[in-house]
């Protein structure tokens, strides 16, 4: 029998960055980054409740040397053109910051079983002298009007690194189409809390409305979600199209032990219900470096939606 979903509590412990996937069958996939961030794993199940006890299989284990042999973040799993993939970021052991964006893929029908595939790195547009050339993580996909768009976290250095967003159209799921588009760099002061950050990207459309939410600051209690909204007729890639929350929309509630909410998803549970998976921490005081600290969770959170067609991301909404 399955459980009851709790909401706004550790559903899956020990699990940043979490990733849900609803396939066409009904089927749920769950992947995140490990507090070793050495490996990607899926687990599979028949609905969210189940998701928490279901088996956790690694599919894909980093290298021994070389890119691909560190730090493998926020693994995400999409269904594209008949064939699965995982995109995911990875450092090098002997250059643990020189993160970069991976892709993987499964032509086979159960990702959980088939055979995955090295494609390399993501690779930008011919003409793009940019994007990928540095520091670069968390990407997303998203598709709008029979096109598919790919957004990232990128930073950029003069003087102290700043990490920003970008969207590019895709040419294939492992090749863009089209030059980096800067979507947000970091302009309030709560996307600037220990460093300047913008990243996590994730995207949920509704009311004709595409809504992309990434979160901000370091990775401690300061940690939060900010959004942007673009309508879905318009050019997604004139920067102009979107615009962007003054104010968080999800940030640290003390009075119920969440602590740094962010690097979100978005699904839907049975009733098809829209659900934000996020991770947080439920302690306030971190012990050493935030990063290496395992105890980021994720968590689940109803989606309210506003008279205005805008979603509501509350702790109280049960």
Not at 8 to 28: C, E, F, L, M
Not at 192 to 219: C, D
Not at 221 to 246: F, S
Request: glycine share 6%; net charge negative; with cysteine.
């Amino acid at each position: 029998m399955s459980k009851e979903l709790l909401y706004n509590q550790p559903w899956i412990t020990q699990r940043a960055d979490p990733y849900v996937y609803k396939h066409t069958d009904g089927s749920y996939y769950f992947t995140a980054s490990i507090p070793a961030y050495d490996g990607i794993f899926l687990r599979k199940a028949d609905s969210l409740e189940d998701l928490p006890e279901a088996e956790e299989r690694i599919i894909w284990e980093k290298h021994k040397s070389g890119i691909m042999s560190c730090h493998i973040w926020a693994p995400e799993l999409h269904y594209l053109d008949g064939k699965w993939y995982i995109y995911y970021a990875g450092g090098d052991k002997e250059d643990i910051w020189a993160i970069r964006p991976y892709v993987l893929e499964c032509a086979e029908e159960d990702p959980m079983t088939g055979k995955w595939v090295e494609k390399g790195m993501m690779q930008c547009a011919p003409e793009d002298e940019f994007s990928f050339r540095a520091f670069s993580l968390d990407a997303t996909v998203f598709e709008n009007q029979g096109a598919y768009y790919y957004v990232w976290a990128e930073k950029v250095s003069v003087g102290k690194q700043i990490s920003n967003l970008y969207i590019a159209k895709m040419k294939s799921p492992y090749q863009l189409a089209t030059v980096q588009v800067l979507l947000t760099t970091p302009d309030y002061d709560w996307e600037r809390v220990g460093f300047f950050v913008n990243e996590g990207p994730a995207v949920i459309k509704r009311n004709g409305k595409i809504f992309l939410t990434y979160s901000a600051s370091e990775t401690g209690t300061c940690y939060c979600m900010g959004m942007l909204t673009a309508d879905e007729n318009a050019d997604l890639l004139d920067p102009l199209t979107w615009k962007k929350e003054r104010y968080p929309v999800l940030q640290t509630d003390e009075s119920l032990h969440i602590y740094g909410p962010g690097h979100n998803s978005f699904t839907q549970d049975k009733d098809g219900n829209d659900i934000c998976v996020f991770h947080a921490r439920t302690e306030k005081e971190i012990i050493g470096n935030p990063l290496y600290n395992p105890n980021r969770h994720a968590m689940l959170m109803k989606v309210k939606w506003n008279e205005e067609g805008y979603p509501v991301f509350s702790f109280s909404n049960h």
